[in-house]
């Protein structure tokens, strides 16, 4: 690793450090056309459903932000640490919901071809919808004693 930010990274955090859902469709200038999209939920093959699933998520939303607290990058590839902030009519009582995670991503020709997400799906949507969160709040609980 080096301590350059390549250029495509420095895109990509400007983008996401910007994102929200007036502008969701910034991400067409940082994802290259054959780009694979992991998270937790789902897999997106390509820039066009791509745009399309976070047009979706975006869709729901209030408010979203993203803060990049670290990141460790070469030339072609990246891991990004992340904080997410947002807000959802359906979800905690229509109060923000904060949610650490990491990314790891791979570059083409100047833009993100593959990105995958890393986060807790619990901690993002299950615990906070009514009835399910407090079973999964109990587990988490259990689990850790």
């Known amino acids: 690793m080096n301590n350059v930010t390549p250029d495509w990274l420095s895109r990509f955090i400007d ?47 209030s408010s979203c932000s993203f803060v990049i607290n670290n990141y460790f990058a070469n030339d072609e590839q990246a891991s990004i640490y992340w904080h997410m902030t947002f807000t959802h009519s359906k979800l905690n009582g229509a109060m923000p919901v904060s949610v650490e995670g990491h990314s790891h991503l ?34 988490k609980k259990r689990a850790s004693q």
């Open 106 to 139: 791979k570059e083409v020709d100047g833009k993100v071809i593959y990105h995958r997400d890393y986060l807790d799906v619990g901690a993002m949507l299950y615990e906070h919808i009514p009835v399910l969160g407090h079973a999964v709040k109990f587990i």
């Open 15 to 61: 983008v996401y450090q910007q994102l929200g859902v007036d502008n969701v469709d910034n991400i067409a200038d940082i994802y290259h056309s054959n780009v694979i999209f992991e998270d937790p939920l789902h897999r997106v093959e390509g820039l066009a459903s791509l745009l399309v699933y976070f047009q979706g998520l975006y869709t729901n939303l």
